[in-house]
């Protein structure tokens, strides 16, 4: 409820959820991940890619400079 205090918080979670379904659906297409390992890797490079869309970069520019090991997001 601290919407109502702070209006520039959402007041609901259709960016979480919308973030949870393309996992959802990842699961329900091929039923199960066959390891924990490559649900780790999907999970990860999914936050990578929503991350960088949310601060308005380019995705495959951030898993560019991942590989160039630099810096990703500065605060």
């Not at 949870?20 to 890797?41: E, P, Q, Y």
């Not at 400079?65 to 500065?74: A, C, D, H, Q």
């Amino acid at each position: 409820m601290y919407f109502i205090k702070d209006f520039s918080v959402p007041f609901d979670d259709n960016l979480r959820e919308t973030d949870l379904r393309i996992f959802k659906n990842k699961t329900k297409i091929s039923g199960v991940f066959r390891s924990m390992k490559a649900a780790k890797h999907f999970v990860n490079t999914l936050s990578i890619i929503k991350t960088s869309i949310k601060r308005g970069i380019n995705p495959y520019d951030s898993i560019k400079r991942i590989f160039n090991n630099e810096v990703l997001f500065t605060n």
